[in-house]
C-alpha cells in the first residue's frame, strides 16, 4: 500500500481566485492521477499526471482550468483556477504502481468550498 | 463502453447481521479488475477489496467478501458481522488491465448500521 497526503485538507476561497492542492506519497508510484468529487456525486477522473510532461485530461477537462505538475515519482500539485461556486467539490488523488495487483489507493482529499 | 451500476441508493442493516451491496458492470474487454471503496463522512477513499476477471476464487478481507459472478456480471460486496463503524457510503469500481489505468465508479451506495 501507499501512504499519501493532501494539502490543504480543505479550504474556503473566493469567486475568481485559485488554490493548489499538494498530493505526497511515502514512495515512488507509477501512476498518479487527480479525481474530483462534487456534493452527493461519485468519483470523476481528472487526469492524469505524468512526470516530467503534461499531464493526461479526460473530457470535459482542460489544463487552464486545472493545471498539474508532477516534478518527480512522489509529489503531483493541482490547481483549480478562476474558481467559481461549481468547483465545490472535494479533490483526491491517487496512485497506483503497476506490476502489483493494480490496486489503487486514495489520498484524504481537499474539501473545497468556493463562495 | 465500460459502465459500473449500484442500484441501491441507500441500505440500512442490523447492527452484527449480513448486508450485501449490489453492483453490476458491463465491458467487452476480458481482462479487468473490479473494486470496491469505502468513503465514510471525512471524504477518505478507502480500498476495501479486489477481485480479478481471471480469478478463479472469490475474493475475501476479514469481514469483506466478493461474490463474483462473472457470467451475471455482478460483483457483489458482503460485509459480515456489521459494526457502526461500517456506516458509511461504498463504491464499486472496475478498470481494464489491458491498457490504461482508468477506473470508473458506480454511484455508491449509502449503508446506514442501525445499533
Known amino acids: 500500500s501507499a501512504v499519501i497526503s493532501q494539502k490543504p485538507s480543505r479550504d474556503i476561497c473566493q469567486r475568481g481566485t485559485s488554490l493548489t492542492i499538494q498530493c505526497q506519497v511515502d514512495?515512488?508510484?507509477?501512476?498518479m492521477f487527480w479525481y474530483r468529487q462534487q456534493p452527493g456525486q461519485s468519483l470523476t477522473l481528472i487526469a492524469t499526471?505524468?512526470?516530467?510532461?503534461?499531464?493526461?485530461?479526460e473530457s470535459g477537462f482542460v489544463i487552464d482550468k486545472f493545471p498539474i505538475s508532477r516534478p518527480n515519482l512522489t509529489f503531483s500539485t493541482l490547481t483549480v483556477s478562476n474558481m467559481s461556486p461549481e468547483d465545490s467539490s472535494i479533490y483526491l488523488c491517487?496512485?497506483?504502481?503497476?506490476?502489483?495487483?493494480?490496486?489503487?489507493?486514495f489520498g484524504p482529499g481537499t474539501r473545497l468550498t468556493v463562495l | 463502453a465500460q459502465k459500473i451500476t449500484q442500484t441501491q441508493p441507500g441500505m440500512f442493516v442490523q447492527e452484527k447481521e449480513a448486508v450485501t451491496l449490489d453492483c453490476t458492470y458491463d465491458?467487452?474487454?476480458?481482462?479487468?479488475?473490479l473494486f470496491w471503496y469505502k468513503q465514510p463522512s471525512s471524504g477518505e477513499m478507502i480500498f476495501l477489496i479486489y477481485?480479478?476477471?481471471?480469478?478463479?476464487q472469490n475474493a475475501t478481507e476479514g469481514r469483506y467478501s466478493l461474490n463474483f459472478q462473472k457470467a451475471r456480471k455482478s460483483a457483489n460486496l458482503v460485509i459480515s458481522a456489521s459494526q457502526l463503524g461500517d456506516s458509511a457510503m461504498y463504491f464499486c469500481?472496475?478498470?481494464?488491465?489491458?491498457?490504461?489505468?482508468?477506473?470508473?465508479f458506480g454511484a455508491g451506495t449509502r449503508l446506514f448500521v442501525k445499533a
Open positions: 499526471a505524468n512526470q516530467g510532461s503534461e499531464a493526461t485530461y
Open positions: 469500481a472496475m478498470r481494464d488491465l489491458r491498457g490504461g489505468f482508468k477506473t470508473i
Open positions: 465491458t467487452s474487454d476480458p481482462s479487468y479488475g
Open positions: 514512495s515512488q508510484v507509477t501512476m
Open positions: 491517487s496512485v497506483a504502481h503497476l506490476g502489483e495487483t493494480d490496486t489503487q489507493y
Open positions: 477481485q480479478g476477471s481471471y480469478d478463479q
